[in-house]
Nanobody, 119 residues
């Protein structure tokens, strides 16, 4: 059974940082591209960042490029999202997902972790 469990969300001021973590199980983590997606209240899902199975290739949405960094540790079956220079518009539920790069499609998604950036 595939499980993706996110953690690390919370409240933060603009300009602050947070690190999200996703622990994966139930599939061969090192063979899968992974991504972070988010959904703000009243808005559609947005693909935030993606990373190839070996971590060599990453991709970011224009809205977070230069501020967020996606990383993975295949030995720990863990995905990370380091978020710097947070803005109020980054407020959303953040989800870890298993799926190909360059696409909004995903096979599995976790339950999410809430990030709130407030002034």
């Amino acid at each position: 059974q595939v499980q993706l469990v996110e953690s690390g969300g919370g409240l933060q001021r603009p300009g602050g940082s947070l690190r999200l973590t996703c622990e994966a199980s139930g599939f061969t983590f090192r063979e899968n591209s992974m991504k972070w997606v988010r959904q703000a209240p009243g808005k559609e899902f947005e693909r935030v960042a993606g990373i190839s199975p070996d971590g060599a290739t990453t991709e970011y949405s224009n809205s977070v490029k230069g501020r967020f960094t996606i990383a993975r540790d295949n030995s720990r079956k863990t995905l990370y999202l380091l978020m710097n220079s947070l803005k109020p518009e980054d407020t959303a539920e953040y989800y870890c997902a298993r799926g190909p790069l360059g696409s909004d499609y995903y096979v599995d998604r976790g339950r999410g972790t809430q990030v709130t950036v407030y002034s």
